[in-house]
């Protein structure tokens, strides 16, 4: 069983920067994708973006490439995602999950129990 563990969320003023931590314990990040994902009230959850354990390959949705990079460090079996240039939009509970690939997306396997990220205009 996996548990993960978020770190790093808080307030921000637009434009900001924050980054986000997820420690994970009873499996190995080197050898699983990982990701991250959030929600605001009354919405579904969205995929933010996912590391292949392995390759480091990265993936990202639409709304945050070119702002968000997630990154990973075996050795302390920890993901991290480093948020730039952020936006009130990007206001949210933000979750780390172990994922896995369907045909068309990402899937959370196993969560862990969120941390809020507020940006201020």
């Known amino acids: 069983q996996v548990q993960l563990v978020e770190s790093g969320g808080g307030l921000v003023q637009a434009g900001g920067s924050l980054r986000l931590s997820c420690a994970a314990s009873g499996r190995t990040f080197s050898s699983s994708p990982m990701g991250w994902f959030r929600q605001v009230p009354g919405k579904e959850r969205e995929f933010v973006g996912a590391i292949t354990g392995r390759s480091g390959r990265t993936y990202y949705a639409d709304s945050v490439k070119g702002r968000f990079t997630i990154s990973g460090d075996n050795a302390k079996n920890t993901v991290y995602l480093q948020m730039n240039s952020l936006k009130p939009e990007d206001t949210a509970v933000y979750y780390c999950?172990?994922?896995?690939?369907?045909?068309?997306?990402?899937?959370?396997?196993?969560w862990g129990q969120g941390t809020q990220v507020t940006v201020t205009s």
């Open positions: 999950a172990a994922v896995s690939r369907t045909d068309t997306r990402w899937v959370g396997v196993s």
